[in-house]
């Protein structure tokens, strides 16, 4: 069982920043597979970014740059910066995690959070 809980989301003016997090209770590794993902009111989830177990970071190309994936030294906590916020980013955001399988997809990730509601307005 691994569970995940999202926080930080909220409403801000274009331009600027949010920081969500992603606190897992009873991660079976350390070395978990995390990923954000978001949806749009209407459109399908889709690809945020990931942490793969080996550390390395992969963004989709709309937020590169913008946005960056980390994680704090336990490995309880994903954390999700986002800075320079656009309209078109606002979205419900959800962290996953995966401990078989790691990618942009959804289907290799078994575990979600609820969300957490990201709103830019311009």
């Known amino acids: 069982q691994v569970q995940l809980v999202e926080s930080g989301g909220g409403s801000v003016q274009a331009g600027g920043s949010l920081r969500l997090s992603c606190v897992g209770s009873?991660?079976?590794?350390?070395?978990?597979?995390m990923g954000w993902f978001r949806e749009a009111p209407g459109k399908e989830r889709e690809w945020v970014a990931t942490?793969?177990?080996?550390?390395?970071?992969t963004y989709r190309d709309s937020v590169r740059g913008r946005f960056a994936i980390s994680k704090d030294n336990a490995g309880n906590t994903l954390y999700l910066q986002m800075n320079s916020l656009k309209p078109e980013d606002t979205a419900k955001y959800y962290c996953?995690?995966?401990?078989?399988?790691?990618?942009?997809?959804?289907?290799?990730?078994?575990?979600w959070g609820q969300g957490t509601q990201v709103t830019v307005s311009s």
């Open positions: 942490m793969y177990p080996s550390g390395i970071t």
């Open positions: 996953a995690a995966s401990i078989q399988y790691c990618s942009s997809r959804r289907t290799d990730f078994p575990y």
């Open positions: 009873r991660y079976p590794s350390s070395r978990t597979c």
